[in-house]
């Protein structure tokens, strides 16, 4: 599989390597400063820099458009793959309003062009280990839950400056995240309600959200985003409960009987500088190669992507849900807005 590459920015580093660590030809690359281009093809060995994002597509020797762009240029660049008849994945969110997301989905849909968004934080090694304890059932079946993940801090925001002037920032930026693990863990929501927090007052901009959602099957489920917390993630079930604690430390309680088990296996990834590992976290690096190796799989096995454009538009109408509710501070029905 060969895959020329839209983007050159914090992120693509990261996304290119872990490809390169599979064994994937990167063959292009584009940005929109095509120095920055020049910079970053020399620095990861890609052949060939582009001017022009129309350029790559005519030349067309690739296999997949791997768009790793600013949010803004997402559509434009996934209708050009549709237009070509490149397969296409997109880095989350998807794009900035539910109306474009819809019509990048519409476009490969109809084009019959195999579109997935790169939506990784369900392949964090602990979360995919709390998924097989669920679906053993464990714990009987699931109540209650609540998720907590990192939001956006000082740190942060001082290597991704954009986020300090994002609308809506926390949502945009770590909605889709939170949202794609609630629904790969407990399934399709029925509501939400969205509390803003702004932390920081140098930025105007919310950097916390309290969520609760309750799922299709009348489950509540609370999502934290914040800076700081002592479990990751808690679910109460009819037979016991499951704790993922700050350590990833699996906790199991069914009765008398506990167990306990380190659930964030990771692998080595001497590509990732020490000082981005400690901002971010190994286990979030560690989540990357698991979501290439799962959509590199599903291209080449002509199969939809766990993560395709049509799932992850009930994603994002969670992130747009949950902006509504921030700015209307009532609770959102799903299912209205698609």
Known sequence: MKVAVFGSGYWATFQVRA?????????????RTSEKAVIFAKENNIQKVFQTPEEVFEWGEFDIADIIADVGAHERLVAMAARFGKGVICQKPMSDTLESCRRMADLCLEANVWFAIHENFRYQPATLALKKELNSGIIGEPLRAHLSMRSPDLDIMAKQPALTTMPHMV?????????????????????????????????DVPDTALCTLRSRNGMAIHCDLVHSWNDR????????????????????????KKIEYEA???????????????????HIFASIPNCLQDLRE??????????????????????????????????IKIGGLL
């Open 264 to 282: 964030n296996i990771l692998p080595q990834l001497s590509y990732i500088p020490e000082e981005d590992l400690y901002l971010h976290g190994t």
């Open 233 to 256: 993630f808690f679910v109460e079930g009819t037979k016991g409960s499951i704790t993922l604690d700050h350590e990833q430390i699996m906790h199991i309680e069914t009765g008398a």
């Open 19 to 31: 490809w390169q660590a599979l064994g994937v030809e990167i063959v292009a690359v584009w940005n």
């Open 298 to 331: 599903a291209w080449m096995q002509k199969r939809p992507a766990s993560t395709s454009g049509v799932d992850n538009l009930k994603t994002m109408e969670l992130v747009f849900a949950a902006i509504q509710s921030f700015d209307t501070q009532q609770s």
């Open 171 to 203: 949502l945009r930026d770590m909605g889709p995240h939170m949202f794609d693990v609630a629904r790969f863990l407990f399934g399709e929501m029925e509501s939400i309600f969205a509390l803003p927090v702004n932390s920081y007052p140098q930025y």
